[in-house]
């Protein structure tokens, strides 16, 4: 079995435990059985990134993508920009100034299959700008709806907090 089917494997499997384990255990083990499956997820898409680029490669886009989308949660969850008031609660640990450090991994395991997405969608337009801009567009566009899906069972699930009337992740939770 290929490193790449073993931790999709392994994804699989930590998330069909995962409504077992709630049943069995209760909602206290939803943070730890999340953690374990996002890194299962992301290390699929690691290594699956790794298949096709260098080690330093995966290693550099990770260490950005990580950067990135810690500042952006750290100045969404602090100022509310773009989305509005939220927060993420103490369900989620280890936290840096009030994010999960899961998060930058969250982002990175969706990484790779919004690019998969954009690459399937953008590879019948002629090489260059325009290939780019569609692909840079797609690959927003996937990550954005996969962010917004799981926000109301965030809330319900007490990771994630979201306050006052306005924004758009007040109007996603509900």
Known sequence: MSPVMAALGAWVLSMIALPIARWVFGDSVIPAMTTVSALFQVSAVLIALRTTWSTA????????????????????????????????????????AGVPLLIPFAW????????????????????????????????GAAMAAWDLLPRPADGGVGVLAVGGAGGLLRRAVG
């Not at 989308?69 to 750290?74: K, Q, R, S, Y």
């Not at 299959?113 to 780019?132: D, E, H, K, N």
């Open 57 to 96: 490669r995966v290693a550099a886009v990770f260490a950005v993508v990580a950067i990135l989308t810690f500042g952006a949660e750290w100045l969404g969850s602090t100022t509310g920009i773009p989305f509005g008031d939220y927060a993420y609660t103490d369900g989620l640990q280890p936290q840096i």
């Open 108 to 139: 990175m395991m969706m990484l790779g299959p919004s690019w998969a997405v954009a690459q399937r969608v953008t590879a019948s337009l002629p090489a260059g700008f325009l290939r780019g801009a569609a692909f840079a567009g797609v690959s």
